[in-house]
Structure formats: structure tokens, C-alpha cells
């Protein structure tokens, strides 16, 4: 079982930047795919950026790429999303989660748990 808690979101003007946090519960965080996704207001949820146990490996949606970075910290049980270059349109709730096992996956129902979500807004 993993619980997770996200953090950092916030209001930012168009090109500023937030880096958001995801703590884990559990002693096993470091056995976990952990994946960022996002849900606008009206849309679908969907992927954003997924890192692999050890994060040799990482995965980006296609309009975040040379934008955002995935990172995670297992000693400190603490997955990231460094976000650059903010646009309007990236404005959402993002979402953590976790797969557990060591393959990428931007499915949202290949993740086995999720947090509640954090606001990020991006003015223009």
C-alpha cells in the first residue's frame, strides 16, 4: 500500500516556473513506477511525465518535453516535476501515481494509486 501526498502547486504568470512534490508513504516506494498526470477542467486526466524505480528511465507527453522534468528521490521517499516554460494551457490539477512495477506506462489505469492532486494555474 502507498499513500501519496502532492505539493507545490500555485498561481504563475506564463513562462514562470513550479517545481511540484510527491511524498510516499510506505517502505517499498523505491519498487514503484511513479507517473505525473494532469486533468483540466471538462477534459480527460492524462500523462505527463512517468520515471522507472531507479530513474534511469524517463517518459514525457510530447508538449511538455524540453519543459518538464521527472525526478525521485527514493531515500527521501519523494518523486518531482520540475515545470519550465509554463503556458496557459498547462494549467490543471496534476496528479501523482504509482505503478508497481518497474515499466513505463502513460495509461491512466495501469497506476495502482493516487493522490488527491495539486492546482497549478498559469496566467496569461
Known amino acids: 500500500q502507498v499513500q501519496l501526498v502532492e505539493s507545490g502547486g500555485g498561481l504563475v504568470q506564463t513562462g514562470g516556473s513550479l517545481r511540484l512534490f510527491c511524498a510516499a508513504s510506505g517502505r517499498t516506494f523505491s519498487r514503484y513506477t511513479m507517473g505525473w498526470f494532469r486533468q483540466a477542467p471538462g477534459k480527460q486526466r492524462e500523462f505527463v511525465a512517468a520515471?522507472?524505480?531507479?530513474?534511469?528511465?524517463?517518459w514525457y507527453e510530447d508538449s511538455v518535453k524540453g519543459r518538464f522534468t521527472i525526478s525521485r528521490d527514493n531515500a527521501e521517499n519523494t518523486v518531482y516535476l520540475q515545470m519550465s516554460g509554463l503556458k496557459p494551457e498547462d494549467t490543471a490539477v496534476y496528479y501523482c501515481?504509482?505503478?508497481?512495477?518497474?515499466?513505463?506506462?502513460?495509461?491512466?489505469?495501469?497506476?495502482?494509486?493516487w493522490g488527491q492532486g495539486t492546482q497549478v494555474t498559469v496566467s496569461s
Open positions: 520515471i522507472t524505480w531507479s530513474g534511469g528511465s524517463t
Open positions: 501515481a504509482a505503478r508497481n512495477n518497474n515499466m513505463l506506462s502513460t495509461l491512466v489505469s495501469e497506476y495502482n494509486y
